[in-house]
């Protein structure tokens, strides 16, 4: 859910959620429970209460949250969470700072659904809840009997129907995992629909995006030139999306060879849609343009669309990795990219208790504070109970390294060297006049092939769980004519 009510602690960079703090009983044993954890108080608190303080006698699962802690979705069996609930289902519940709890999948007239609904997201403000149900009494005139993405309005008290096409079409296939924008406008989601958009002939599922304030749907899983993706995700995956808080920037995965040119085609990969400009990009990649050599998948994007945070199996993008699935967060407008679940001095993480394949990170507002779910016993200290627990990350940037006074230039060659006295920092990202940025490490970076003249090179310091420093190394040189 979103992380935009997280608050930074100045403690270690890294913090488990959970370690220390005693969390409140909940009375229903191993049923599973929605709890809320305060990062400045360390107060942990059961959300998924039954009226009176009673527990749930249902598990509870998926929460998303409002910024400033104003509500928290999440789906539930229990039956008890809101008076007169008889349909035996799995609901989407909203509870609010007050404690109060609403149930979000109902019909505008607040029938209650005729079949499971699931996978809640809410806007910022908490007044808007998309989630997935194959409910046909939401919404009138529903008739498919497929899944459907459906945005409860927590204030108005109506429901609508988001996956249809422009003209408000039924969709003739399944709709499933949505995503809101901040402000409850938009919703992007995947569907295997054929008839939400013109000329859809791929035979797969493809990523939507619904204007709800205009009544628009558009396809999003396309190329810069409109091109179909020729693959989606291989079952029993799905791709995932999330959308920017204007609607521009539409993050997703998929499997697709055509979506951009180039090598690294033949992964999974994670790519980012602008809607305004019709231009697609790959967002697995390294901070000097290299795709991931491995899959990357469960994106999602920060309200300003600048940073992507996604899980990958790659070992070529960030510095800092350590072996398998890792979270990494992209930032667009430096093009860069960084590993998040490392351990408070920025090793890397140590080996999993169980395969955390298919976590999807939660990222804050200014992209500087992760969420994500690990059974490494190394990223905090004293960690020993050998579970997956909730771990906070602060990406703070690198204080500035130190650039030696001088360069040795040999010929068409040059030799810069990087120092820093800050133990987090491990790379330099450098860029030698206008060539490709590139990660130089601490030490001797040498630059080739320089023509005669002056030369400047710019670097940003950058370690493992930490972004790139904001103030540049600048060094000049000249190379002399032979």
Request: with cysteine.
């Amino acid at each position: 859910g979103s992380a935009a009510s997280w608050r930074a602690v100045t403690q270690s960079p890294v913090q488990d959620l959970l370690s220390g703090i005693p969390c409140p009983a909940d009375g229903n044993g191993a049923v599973r429970d929605i709890y809320q954890t305060d990062l400045t108080t360390g107060v942990i608190q059961l959300l998924s209460l039954a009226p009176g303080g009673a527990p749930a006698n249902g598990p509870s699962i998926t929460p998303s949250l409002a910024a400033g802690s104003l509500a928290v979705a999440f789906a539930s069996a229990a039956s008890n969470l809101v008076p007169g609930d008889g349909s035996g289902r799995n609901e989407v519940f909203v509870r609010e700072a007050t404690g109060r709890i609403q149930r979000a999948s109902v019909a505008g007239d607040g029938r209650q659904s005729n079949g499971d609904s699931s996978q809640p997201r809410i806007s910022a403000d908490g007044r808007f809840v998309a989630f997935t149900s194959s409910a046909s009494n939401l919404v009138p005139g529903d008739t498919t009997g497929a899944l459907d993405i459906f945005v409860r309005d927590m204030v108005a008290g109506t429901t609508t129907r988001a996956s249809v096409a422009t003209g408000g079409g039924e969709a003739n296939g399944a709709s499933y995992n949505p995503a809101i924008s901040p402000d409850g406008s938009f919703v992007s989601f995947t569907s295997n629909a054929t008839n939400l958009v013109a000329d859809d002939g791929n035979g797969v599922a493809d990523v939507f995006l619904r204007d709800l304030v205009r009544g628009i749907t558009t396809r999003v899983s396309v190329s810069t030139d409109g091109s179909e993706q020729n693959a989606s995700i291989t079952p029993p995956f799905t791709q995932v999306s999330d959308v920017s808080r204007d609607g521009r920037f539409v993050t997703f995965d998929s499997d697709a060879s055509n979506l951009v040119s180039g090598r690294g085609n033949s992964r999974t990969n994670v790519f980012v849609h602008d809607v305004n400009h019709h231009v697609t990009s790959r967002i697995s990649v390294s901070s000097s343009g290299e795709p991931a050599a491995n899959d990357s998948f469960a994106p999602v994007i920060t309200p300003d669309g600048r940073f992507i945070a996604f899980e990958s199996f790659a070992d070529n993008i960030a510095f800092g990795d350590a072996p398998g699935e890792d979270i990494f967060v992209h930032d667009r407008t430096r093009g860069t990219t960084v590993v998040a679940d490392v351990s408070a001095d920025g090793s890397p993480r140590g080996p999993e208790v169980t395969r955390p394949l298919l976590q999807r990170p939660s990222i804050s507002d200014a992209g500087t504070v992760l969420a994500l779910q690990s059974g490494a016993d190394n990223l905090v200290p004293n960690k020993t109970n050998g579970l997956d627990d909730i771990f906070v990350r602060r990406l703070t940037p690198v204080p500035s390294a130190r650039v030696a006074r001088s360069v040795a230039v040999h010929g068409k060659h040059a030799t810069v060297r990087f120092s820093s006295g800050d133990p987090t920092a491990g790379v330099v990202l450098c860029r030698l006049d206008r060539r490709t940025q590139q990660l130089c490490p601490l030490g001797a970076t040498k630059f080739s092939n320089l023509k005669p003249g002056r030369h400047v090179v710019r670097g940003y310091a950058g370690g493992p769980g930490s972004l790139f420093s904001l103030t540049p190394l600048v060094v000049h040189f000249r190379v002399p004519r032979r």
